[in-house]
C-alpha cells in the first residue's frame, strides 16, 4: 500500500518503518498541516541506510576527517557527519547529492555561472525523463520543484540565512522559497530528497529514493545552522 505525500509515493506497508513513526509525528506536530501531508505517518516512514560516494568538486569542512566520530554535538561531530551526508549520500537515489545543487563554492547554492563550468557528467544533469527541463537548467539554473500545490522552475536557494531564520532544533518561522510552508529544516531535507534526488518522477520512497534517519536528519540539521555554513563561500 502506498501513499501520495507531497508529491512523493511511500510504502506506508513496510513493518521495519513502524518503530520510528512516534518520533516523527513529535517532530512534525502540527506543522505537518501546513506543509500539506495528508498522513505524518505515511509520509515519514524512515529507511536503511546505503553506501555512497563524494561528488566531484565537493570538499568536506576542513578538519572533518579528523574528529572523533562518538564526540558529541557540541564538539562538531554532527556538523561533520551532516557535511559528509551533504557532500557524499546518494540516499538510493539517482546519483544526485545534497550537495550536488547547495555547493560549499557557491553559498551553498548554484549560480548560472557554477552551473557554466560543470562537466556534461556531473550528477546535476542526470537523465531521469521529466525531472528537469535541461535548457532552463544549463542556460538559466533553474531546478523543476514538484510538491504538494507547487509545479514551477526555480533558482536554487542557499543555506547561509538559515541561522537566523531557525532555532538549534531546526524549527524554522519561515523558509520562503526554502520549502514553502515547510517550517521544520527535517521535513524540509524529505521533501529535497524525494523532489530532487529520485531515480523517476513517480517519487516511490523505497524504490526510487529513501529518507534519511532519524540521526541522518539530526546530523542535516547541525550541519545546515553550522557557523560553517552561516558564513558562506564563493
Do not use: W
Amino acid at each position: 500500500m502506498y501513499a501520495t505525500v507531497a508529491g512523493i509515493v511511500i510504502d506506508v506497508t513496510t513493518e521495519k518503518n513502524i518503530e520510528t513513526l512516534h518520533r516523527i509525528a513529535m517532530l512534525l506536530g502540527q506543522r505537518a498541516v501546513r506543509i500539506g501531508l495528508v498522513s505524518v505517518t505515511a509520509a515519514l516512514l524512515l529507511a536503511s541506510c546505503s553506501a555512497s560516494k563524494v561528488d566531484r568538486g565537493q570538499q568536506l569542512f576542513t578538519g572533518c576527517q579528523k574528529l572523533n566520530l562518538e564526540a558529541t554535538r557540541e564538539t562538531g561531530s554532527f556538523v561533520c557527519k551532516g557535511d559528509k551526508l551533504i557532500a557524499a549520500a546518494l540516499f538510493d537515489g539517482n546519483g544526485r547529492t545534497c550537495g550536488t545543487c547547495h555547493r560549499p563554492g557557491d553559498n551553498f547554492g548554484l549560480g548560472i555561472r557554477t552551473v557554466k563550468k560543470l562537466p556534461p557528467h556531473d550528477p546535476l544533469f542526470v537523465n531521469v525523463p521529466g525531472l528537469e527541463d535541461s535548457r532552463r537548467l544549463r542556460s538559466d539554473a533553474l531546478i523543476h520543484v514538484k510538491t504538494a500545490g507547487i509545479d514551477e522552475f526555480r533558482t536554487t536557494p542557499k543555506l547561509i540565512h538559515l541561522q537566523r531564520q531557525c532555532d538549534e532544533e531546526g524549527r524554522c518561522d519561515a523558509l520562503g522559497q526554502l520549502g514553502d510552508r515547510v517550517t521544520d529544516l527535517c521535513a524540509f531535507a524529505m521533501e529535497a530528497i524525494g523532489n530532487h534526488l529520485t531515480k523517476s518522477v513517480k517519487r516511490r520512497q523505497g524504490a526510487d529514493f529513501r529518507l534519511p534517519t532519524e540521526e541522518e536528519c539530526d546530523q542535516l540539521i547541525a550541519y545546515m545552522l553550522s557557523d560553517r555554513v552561516a558564513k558562506g563561500t564563493r
